[in-house]
C-alpha cells in the first residue's frame, strides 16, 4: 500500500508524521522497518525518523483509562511548503528482505514512489499534480 501526504500552506514548517504499530517494531535498515513479521513499513531512508515505545507518543489504549506503551515510528522534517512524506507499507514479503523507497518529485508538481529490493524495482505509483495516480 503506497502513502503520499502532501502538505500545502505557509512555509517554512516543521512537519511531523506519526506510524503506531500494534505489534514489535524493529528497524531493518535504513528507512525500513519490520513491524511484527506482519509487514514491511519503508519510508525514504534520509528522512528523520525515530522509532521508539511510551514516551510522549508512543501509547496505545486497548480499554478505556488503560494506557499501556507501543512502538511509535516519527517521521519529521522542519522544510519549505508544498511537501510530501511518502511510504509504503508492503504485506506480502514481510521480514523477507530490506526495502528501499525513493521519493521523486517532477515540476509540475508531481509525485513518484519507487519499491525496490534488493536493487530491483518491485513497484512504483505515480501521483500526477492533477488526474488520478497510475501503478506500474
Known amino acids: ?74 517521521v519529521w522534517r522542519k522544510t519549505q511548503l508544498p511537501a510530501c512524506f511518502g511510504a509504503v507499507l508492503d504485506f506480502q514479503t514481510a521480514a523477507a528482505s530490506l526495502a528501499e523507497l525513493q521519493l521523486q518529485t517532477d515540476h509540475a508538481g508531481g509525485i513518484e514512489l519507487i519499491l525496490r529490493r534488493y536493487g530491483k524495482v518491485r513497484e512504483s505509483v505515480s501521483f500526477p499534480a492533477s488526474g488520478p495516480p497510475s501503478f506500474t
Open 1 to 74: 500500500m503506497f502513502v503520499c501526504d502532501l502538505v500545502t500552506g505557509a512555509s517554512p514548517r516543521m512537519l511531523e508524521q506519526f506510524w503506531h504499530f500494534g505489534e514489535t517494531t524493529v528497524r531493518m535498515g535504513p528507512g525500513c522497518f519490520d513491524i511484527g513479521q506482519a509487514a514491511v513499513l519503508a519510508i525514504p531512508p534520509g528522512e528523520q525518523a525515530e522509532l521508539s515505545e511510551g514516551g510522549e507518543y508512543g501509547w496505545r489504549s486497548p480499554v478505556f483509562g488503560q494506557k499501556i506503551p507501543a512502538p511509535v515510528l516519527r
